[in-house]
């Protein structure tokens, strides 16, 4: 009784301290026992607590006529997250249990395991250091991650395997998963295909000083229709928020010849603002109906003296689009 008590007031400051009101909260579905059918958990605001029992309540271990139970999560991390893994009332709640965790990469190689937790520092959930933790783990790739649990002594090792796969306690205990990224959100842009001087076959250049318009084509795909965009949000240049937009041609055309309509918009090269060793251009805006996108197109910033400035006008064959996309005027 003691223990539920302070668990309880534990949770209760928890939610304080951190003004994490709404953190999200899963119970765990079996079967789990495996990494191949580890339970998925979505981590919408940087943490999540996950409700599980190791084996069956009332029954205090596992035997040969009970089967041991193993628990495994898996989540979306991204490179550089800073991860704790903390396991929060396997002692104490309904029963004790010594829970051991274990972190895997995608593949199955265990990257961290831990039984005893090093210390009770910042960790109100727990009264003893037999719950298992994992303290500030930066994840080394963006991509899928597995946590195991299961109770002392059944360690694992490399794919979720455990030792000693008949003994152990069973008991109940909570798994909080924090420091996870927000996976990238539905308001992202969406991305586009652009095409820098569509008619220039070479890499783009771009020469800062040109006053000539530089013509982008924002190119059609199945899921975006460059014709209906709103053209009075493009933007385009070397960070994609620059408001260098000319017009954007008043008819569509195929220009990579998919069969679907895109539009051909010209921006003034010196609001665009390229530096030298810029490496792409970005172009950004919304569509017809409010949704965000964004374009990004390689090019090469020429130096400022080049030959070809002094031979400005001079007419090669296959320069004849590439003029035209010049669009004096
Ligand atoms: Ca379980
Ligand atoms: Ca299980
Ligand atoms: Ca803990
Ligand atoms: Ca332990």
Same mark, same amino acid.
């Given at each position: 009784?003691?223990?539920?008590?302070?668990?309880?007031?534990?949770?209760?400051?928890?939610?304080?301290?951190?003004?994490? $009101?709404?953190?999200?909260?899963?119970?765990?579905?079996?079967?789990?026992?495996?990494?191949?059918?580890?339970?998925?958990?979505?981590?919408?605001?940087?943490?999540?607590?996950?409700?599980?029992? #190791?084996?069956?309540?009332?029954?205090? *271990?596992?035997?040969?006529? $009970? =089967?041991?139970?193993?628990?495994?999560?898996?989540?979306?991390?991204? @490179?550089?997250?800073?991860?704790?893994?903390? #396991?929060?009332?396997?002692?104490?709640?309904?029963?004790?249990?010594?829970?051991?965790?274990?972190?895997?990469?995608?593949?199955?190689?265990?990257?961290?395991?831990?039984?005893?937790?090093?210390?009770?520092?910042?960790?109100?959930?727990? *009264?003893?250091?037999?719950?298992?933790?994992?303290?500030?783990?930066?994840?080394?790739?963006?991509?899928?991650? +597995?946590?195991?649990?299961?109770?002392?002594?059944?360690?694992?090792?490399?794919?979720?395997?455990?030792?000693?796969?008949?003994?152990?306690?069973?008991?109940?205990?909570?798994?909080? #998963?924090?420091? +996870?990224?927000?996976?990238?959100?539905?308001?992202?842009?969406?991305?586009?295909?652009?095409?820098?001087?569509?008619?220039?076959?070479?890499?783009?250049?771009?020469? =800062?000083?040109?006053?000539?318009? #530089? =013509?982008?084509?924002?190119?059609?795909?199945?899921?975006?229709?460059?014709?209906?965009?709103?053209?009075?949000?493009?933007?385009?240049? $070397? *960070?994609?928020?620059?408001?260098?937009?000319?017009?954007?041609?008043?008819?569509? @055309?195929?220009?990579?010849?998919?069969?679907?309509?895109?539009?051909?918009?010209?921006?003034?090269?010196?609001?665009?603002?390229?530096? =030298?060793?810029?490496? @792409?251009?970005?172009?950004?805006?919304?569509?017809?109906?409010?949704?965000?996108?964004?374009?990004?197109?390689?090019?090469?910033?020429?130096?400022?003296?080049?030959?070809? @400035?002094?031979?400005?006008?001079?007419?090669?064959?296959?320069?004849?689009?590439?003029?035209?996309?010049?669009?004096?005027?």
């Amino acid at each position: 009784m003691k223990h539920l008590a302070c668990r309880a007031v534990a949770s209760a400051c928890l939610l304080t301290l951190f003004g994490i $009101a709404q953190a999200s909260s899963v119970d765990e579905i079996e079967p789990n026992d495996s990494l191949a059918t580890a339970q998925r958990v979505d981590i919408p605001d940087n943490s999540v607590t996950i409700s599980g029992v #190791i084996g069956t309540i009332g029954q205090l *271990t596992c035997d040969p006529s $009970a =089967p041991c139970d193993n628990d495994f999560y898996t989540f979306y991390g991204q @490179e550089g997250d800073v991860v704790t893994l903390n #396991i929060d009332g396997g002692w104490g709640g309904a029963q004790n249990v010594d829970t051991v965790i274990a972190l895997f990469a995608a593949d199955g190689t265990m990257l961290l395991m831990n039984d005893d937790a090093p210390d009770l520092v910042n960790d109100p959930g727990s *009264t003893s250091t037999s719950d298992a933790r994992i303290d500030n783990f930066r994840l080394p790739a963006t991509g899928f991650y +597995v946590v195991g649990v299961s109770s002392y002594p059944r360690y694992f090792s490399d794919g979720g395997v455990v030792s000693f796969p008949t003994m152990g306690g069973n008991g109940d205990y909570k798994l909080v #998963i924090s420091g +996870v990224s927000a996976p990238p959100v539905a308001n992202a842009p969406m991305q586009i295909n652009i095409d820098i001087k569509p008619h220039d076959r070479r890499l783009t250049r771009v020469d =800062p000083r040109s006053k000539h318009l #530089i =013509p982008v084509a924002l190119l059609s795909s199945s899921e975006f229709n460059a014709v209906t965009v709103d053209q009075t949000s493009l933007t385009f240049g $070397a *960070t994609g928020d620059e408001h260098s937009l000319a017009r954007c041609r008043h008819f569509p @055309e195929d220009v990579n010849h998919d069969g679907l309509l895109d539009l051909v918009c010209f921006f003034k090269n010196q609001l665009a603002d390229f530096q =030298p060793g810029d490496l @792409e251009g970005i172009l950004r805006g919304t569509t017809g109906d409010g949704r965000a996108f964004e374009g990004h197109g390689l090019l090469k910033v020429v130096p400022e003296k080049h030959r070809g @400035e002094h031979r400005h006008g001079f007419m090669h064959g296959h320069d004849r689009d590439h003029d035209r996309d010049h669009d004096h005027d």
